[in-house]
């Protein structure tokens, strides 16, 4: 296999997806962390586009980058005026940086249609800004639109289109698969048809329309392409671009294609991306996601152990991710002993306390508990069982009311009281909230925190309900799974009851407990 | 090409996935949709490693269904055990299904490290069990499991196990890409060596880890393949199956297999089972996204608007979904339109009540209400807009307490009070329940019944709540589905409230509204 470099444009079609933005410094804190991981090109931005790009350049200009290089991303001339008199050509100069992209028009029906010009005059924008881009010492690469769809139904005009880019002296044509719509097969087939034409190797741009990004891209390396283009996570128009994130360890590690990187910070790339972004991880994505390694049944938790190979189709640690077996309603001894181990506890073969920990286990999942996501009541479940475990209060009641006036001006009032025995006093207090468990939340704060003061620093992330058998009603079985923080690490506590507001108390008094714990 | 069935696992593969959990209600519902879609096979799920599964089958077998076989999943016997003794393949037949899958070893090295039996009792396992289903007229489909990491190392034995089921009769050989991270070529080349070898086309059954799980079965349809495995939305161990919502379109829409299934319901069946499966739309999901035909590129708008093929691969209605050019909320005219339509509503083309009524969907959209699978609630809201809604009763107050008293003999009290007015009554009721909510709805009917004595039939089926916005913690928005039943017919309403109480109740009261209604 020949070289492959990696182009990653998370900066600009990665921004193109919903819900993506990036702040200037983000932008600068996404490329240094691409640059320490290894990717060849990093594309900035749009500078003829907005501001905020423009303000990337200025910026990354100033910098000293490691190893790579950042482009910046334009198009071809406008139609029917000089090159050097087109504002975003000159933008693009402007941008200083070491490699520019510029993408033009490949599809007759896109450039008669849309952008009225003539064909001719198309070839001739290319040409032309390519041209412009060399002479002023950019390498250029070149964007082929659409190169896919247009070389379906016309693959003569589509070849003169990049021939002319490559005559004016482009260092790389890109075949663009602009819609996500084309399949591997003709994907290959096409890039090789367009290698033998040109007599040199292009780079592969991909959209994942038809769930075939990585493939498509993997298909197009397999006929010779020397550039694959994508995004961290796959971010991008529409359902994405080829996601780098998987389609790096598919060439590294399973094509052995040497891309020069070190994936075990891979996971980390990722993870550091969708922070900046502000998007949720996907837990099921491919190699790096929370999910990728984790092992649910009991049957495959019992063949990983024995041999990791069978359900693992590389090691986690080559990614940077980590195998994570979860407990489920199929745990048996092995889960449980891997989780317990993995927390700290340690237990010799045949340790009696084994056992009284999976019994407690199965006759909490069978009252509807689950402990897969919830790993600090797993923690404090051991640890009752053990004897090493002190509640820090008894509560003695607690009483959470809710009305509603109807009418034009209805009002809700919510509240709670709760009254506790801690360190030899009793404590009572009442507060509101905006709903039932909100109030009883707050409330017990109230009571605790004169007590244990280290509370301030904790506060509840995230709140899950999940009604277990829905088939009786409103009658049926709730499981609250709450995640609490303190700025650094994140826990999770379950509680499972018929009531969601002593549910919600399981859970919340779970995590406080474990919080407190691990402060003392 | 040869003619492809779609074979289903979400039931029974995708609940291993981390965070996808059904009752089975749900996956009854489930399986009704599915069948109605037109899919080929549902795997319901395994009857011998849990109650649920055999409940599911239990319920299965009373009803009807139109075109799906239903299929009941197991494993080869176990070593050293006559078939007819090994517990799990009774519970096979206990499922009373038409069809039955069994999975068998292929890959020698876990035979022999994993399971400890020798390879040639591995062959006698598949052989025995495969023609015990047989004898007892069942259709047969056999999962070859690791098929393809096994016939890399020893293509000799791999070739023997799929045998020893085809020679005791299996209907259809499915090979399994157990791990994930074959890459396409390779399966494509395998599975027509296999074919060749077996003389008779096989199933597929892929995984997504290595990014390429669609990929990976369309090779294998490429190679002759003429059954594809997979799940709704892609869920499954690890980062989940071959991804039925995409390829289904791929292979139909862009391949020209017929698989006889009107794609125009795919987004509708896509969001249904996610909601069942209470976990959030992923947004780019190909095809069934709501961002699948998302606009936001100006440059591109304009050139969508043009001449849409310029930057869509399919025409958005094929699978029922739409372009949506700015970033906001899914619905569009044509989609409320669809839908209403669907209920029975006749608007003519430029009906100014269709505006009215999408902005109230937008506006309810925006406050985190979802429709999907709330169409009695949707229904509702239409009614209202077209002034075809008479209110049953006006709410003055009600008010629900919650009092745990702690200790050894620690009990809960859960009231609810509720002031109504209807048909020129006050009427002022009191009663108990399992929780806030149950308490509530159970006051509601005693104050409704006397006045509504059909309300007798009507109970509710399934009581489903999801946390909005997570990060807020106790204080997060709520979204309540309800399902009600009388039944015969199941009807959803939804609601929506910073409280789970108040959210619970406006769900509460559509669906006995929308029950009364349909009654009188």
């Known amino acids: 296999m020949s070289p492959v470099t990696i182009y990653d444009t998370t900066l600009r079609d990665g921004t193109q997806g919903t819900g993506i933005s990036f702040s200037t410094l983000d932008k600068i804190r996404v490329a240094e962390k691409l640059d320490d991981f290894g990717v060849h090109y990093i594309e900035g931005g749009w500078p003829g586009s907005n501001p905020k790009d423009a303000a990337f350049f200025e910026e990354a200009s100033k910098r000293s980058w490691k190893k790579a290089k950042i482009t910046a991303f334009g198009m ?189 910070h891979l996971r980390d790339l990722a993870h550091f991306v969708d922070e900046l972004a502000n998007v949720p991880h996907d837990i099921r994505a491919p190699y790096v996601g929370v999910a990728a390694f984790t092992h649910k049944g009991g049957l495959h938790v019992h063949a990983v152990q024995k041999l990791a190979r069978t359900y693992e189709h590389v090691d986690p640690t080559l990614v940077g991710n980590q195998r994570v077996i979860t407990i489920s309603d199929m745990s048996g001894q092995s889960n449980v002993l891997i989780k317990a181990e993995g927390m700290g506890f340690k237990f010799a073969k045949g340790d009696a306390r084994v056992q009284t920990i999976l019994a407690e286990v199965k006759r909490l999942e069978s009252e509807g508990y689950e402990f897969e996501a919830a790993e600090a009541s797993f923690e404090m479940l051991i640890r009752k069982q053990l004897g090493q475990y002190q509640p820090l209060f008894n509560l003695i009641e607690y009483h959470s009311t809710h009305r509603f006036h109807g009418g034009e001006h209805g009002f809700e009032t919510c509240e709670a009281t709760i009254k506790i025995e801690a360190g030899g006093n009793r404590v009572y207090t009442v507060d509101e909230g905006d709903g039932p468990v909100n109030a009883l939340d707050n409330a017990l704060r109230k009571a605790l925190l004169p007590l244990f003061p280290a509370l301030k620093d904790m506060r509840l992330a995230d709140y899950k309900v999940r009604i277990i058998d829905g088939g009786t009603g409103t009658a049926a079985k709730t499981r609250v799974l709450i995640t609490s923080t303190d700025g650094n690490a994140t826990w999770s506590t379950v509680g499972v009851s018929f009531n969601i507001i002593d549910a919600s108390w399981k859970a919340l008094v779970d995590g406080i407990e474990y919080f407190l714990l691990k402060r003392s």
């Open 76 to 264: 071809t001339r406008r139609g029917k005026m000089k090159v050097e008199d087109d504002p975003q050509v000159k933008m693009l100069l402007d941008a200083k940086t070491p490699a520019v992209t510029v993408v033009g028009k490949t599809w007759a029906l896109h450039v008669t249609e849309v952008f009225q010009v003539t064909l001719e005059e198309n070839l001739a924008m290319i040409s032309d800004t390519v041209a412009y881009l060399k002479k002023h010492g950019r390498e250029v690469l070149y964007d082929a639109e659409h190169f896919f769809d247009s070389y379906k139904e016309n693959p003569e005009y589509s070849l003169k289109t990049i021939k002319a880019a490559q005559d004016a002296g482009a260092d790389l044509i890109v075949l663009c698969e602009t819609n996500g719509g084309a399949l591997p097969e003709f994907v290959e087939e096409t890039t090789r048809q367009v290698i033998a034409h040109l007599g040199r190797p292009v780079g592969i741009h991909t959209h994942n329309d038809g769930g075939v990004g990585v493939a498509n891209a993997l298909a197009a390396v397999r006929a010779g392409a020397c550039q694959v283009q994508g995004t961290i996570n796959g971010y991008g128009e529409r359902v994405g671009n080829c996601n780098l994130t998987t389609i790096m360890p598919n060439l590294q590690i399973k094509m052995g294609i040497d891309l020069g990187l070190d994936l075990t």
